[in-house]
């Protein structure tokens, strides 16, 4: 049975427990979230807890970074069983925040944008999107005032995106990549995988599959990112009902396009399709000659 934890929905009230923790010397962990925690957000709590004394996790369903016809209102929330979560993980608090303790005066006159990395992909399809994650995700680091902010790499272009304000803009914070926690299946861990029904469930495995595909070419020394890319279309195409938003090969710094693969920089693929009931999004690093798929 995990402990019980302490919830604060205040920034006061925040501040005073992470300058109490700060005094009693304890580094700072934090663990951003929106919420609907699933075995992926506990591994990066135990990651977190791992190495510092005092983890904060934040619980906030960020209205800025929904489009119009996305689903904040059908958002899981389930503040009780991530209570358990984060107790279990090892987090000393949860900061969970109403949206107008976030946003007291309804809008923000301020927005930080990472135009570089936040371009393509998810910010083709979803314009907006990492202009609210980035602006959040300062505030909440403003807010905290963590040593080390943990985030998952299933969400690959928003760790980018977070690495590269934090470099832009000097934020005093190390922020740490945490692989992707997967099903038995492959199917990458995500608290929208709950919108998928039995069947979609199923077909949802063609993402790392896909992935895996293409991992085993590079690995026997495939180079041709068009080949690669090529195996992930085909591997999802298979796939009954998937539509693909795209399936590429990237360079996994400025996450642009590559012709061909270089030992010098790596590579990753990254899939976003939709089924009937979620979008879904996946990637993995890609191996060099030789290495493991
Ligand atoms: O990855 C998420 O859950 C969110 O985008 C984040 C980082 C908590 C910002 O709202």
Not at 62 to 79: I, L, S, V
Not at 109 to 134: K, L
Not at 252 to 277: F, K, M, Q, W, Y
């Amino acid at each position: 049975m995990a402990n019980s934890i302490r919830v604060v929905e205040t920034i006061s009230e925040l501040r005073a427990a992470v300058k109490q923790a700060r005094a009693s010397g304890l580094e700072i962990g934090f663990v951003p979230t929106m919420g609907a925690l699933h075995e992926g957000h506990g591994r990066l709590v135990e990651v977190a807890a791992a190495e510092c004394g005092f983890v904060v996790v934040s619980i906030f369903v960020n209205p800025t970074q929904f489009g119009p016809n996305e689903d904040f209102a059908r958002y899981p929330r389930t503040p009780e069983h991530d209570q358990a979560v984060c107790a279990q993980a090892g987090a000393k608090l949860i900061f969970q925040p109403s949206v107008a303790e976030m946003y007291p005066a309804g809008q923000l006159s301020t927005f930080v944008e990472v135009p570089s990395v936040s371009r393509r992909w998810e910010g083709e399809q979803r314009p907006t999107h990492f202009r609210g994650v980035a602006t959040v995700v300062l505030k909440l680091f403003q807010i905290v005032g963590a040593d080390r902010a943990y985030f998952g790499e299933k969400d690959y272009q928003q760790l980018r995106v977070i690495r590269q304000m934090v470099v832009d803009l000097n934020t005093p914070v190390q922020v740490i990549g945490v692989p992707t926690v997967r099903e038995a299946d492959g199917l990458a861990l995500s608290s929208r995988n709950r919108y998928l029904n039995p069947e979609e469930r199923q077909t949802a495995v063609a993402l790392s599959a896909a992935l895996k595909a293409a991992g085993r070419l590079a690995a026997v020394g495939e180079q041709d990112a068009g080949r690669i890319r090529q195996e992930l279309h085909k591997t999802l195409e298979s796939a009954v009902g998937v539509v693909i938003d795209y399936a590429e090969i990237v360079d996994a710094e400025t996450l642009e396009p590559l012709d061909r693969l270089n030992p010098d920089c790596g590579a990753r693929a990254i899939i976003a399709v939709r089924l009937p009931s979620a979008r879904l999004i996946d990637n993995a690093p890609l191996p060099r000659p030789g290495e493991p798929a």
